[in-house]
């Protein structure tokens, strides 16, 4: 499986707009794109995914770069409930198997 | 949207006695479900695919004797943590697939487990 590099942790404050990084150089063709997040004590929460252009949805907006070697999950105005850890995670799609990293732990500072 | 139940959210157990987690798919038929377990201030690992009247795949490492996958119909897996110590003690999740592939994963709220 591919891997995925993403920063350990990151701070915003309130309804200003975040935006998460995550490196993938070795992302294949066929490997989508997606991000999870998981607040504590809960499983993971879809937030979005794509595989080559921009996805927007009513939690937030993935743009992956023209190579695919990286992309970035922007959450327009981040509020205390997205508090969590972010996983950037790539899925060959043959099984829908995800394999999470260590993602990047956001705090949201009021 | 689609819903994953987990049950039981809790329980707490004495070293030695099995324990069994309860993943349904609610509004869904999920022809595969994922096991994963989490230790404190760690990522999930994942554990074992659950296929619908097949037998699970287990990730490395992962004892098929110790975790026990059932996955009997298309809307319920079960897992059993047999004989379980303390060192087994962690938050189980699971998750499940709905068709078509590439979609989201819907994940249950997890089963923290305690092993006395």
């Known amino acids: 499986d591919a891997k995925t590099t993403q920063p350990n942790s990151m701070e915003s404050n309130e309804e200003e707009p975040v935006h998460l990084p995550c490196n993938h150089s070795t992302i294949s063709g066929t490997d989508y794109i997606h991000w999870y997040r998981q607040l504590p004590s809960q499983g993971p929460e879809y937030v979005i995914h794509?595989?080559?252009s921009n996805v927007n949805n009513r939690m937030a907006s993935l743009a992956i770069a023209e190579d695919r070697k990286s992309s970035t999950l922007i959450l327009h105005r981040a509020t205390l409930r997205d508090a969590a850890v972010y996983y950037c995670?790539?899925?060959?799609?043959?099984?829908?198997?995800?394999?999470f990293g260590t993602g990047t732990l956001l705090a949201v500072q009021p | 949207g689609a819903v994953v139940s987990q049950h039981p959210s809790w329980v707490i157990c004495k070293s030695g006695t099995s324990v069994k987690i309860e993943c349904r798919s609610l509004?869904?038929?999920?022809?595969?479900m994922f096991w994963y377990r989490q230790f404190p201030k760690q990522s999930l690992m994942l554990m074992a695919t659950s296929n619908e009247g097949s037998k699970a795949t287990y990730e490395q490492g992962v004892e098929k004797d110790k975790f026990l996958i059932n996955h009997a119909s298309l809307t319920l897996s079960t897992l059993t943590v047999t004989s379980a110590h303390p060192e087994d003690s962690s938050f189980y999740i699971c998750?499940?697939?709905?068709?078509?592939?590439?979609?989201?994963?819907?994940f249950g709220s997890g089963t923290q487990l305690s092993v006395l």
């Open positions: 794509g595989l080559t």
């Open positions: 509004d869904f038929q999920a022809t595969t």
């Open positions: 998750s499940a697939s709905r068709p078509p592939l590439n979609e989201k994963l819907f």
């Open positions: 995670i790539l899925d060959g799609g043959a099984t829908n198997k995800l394999i």
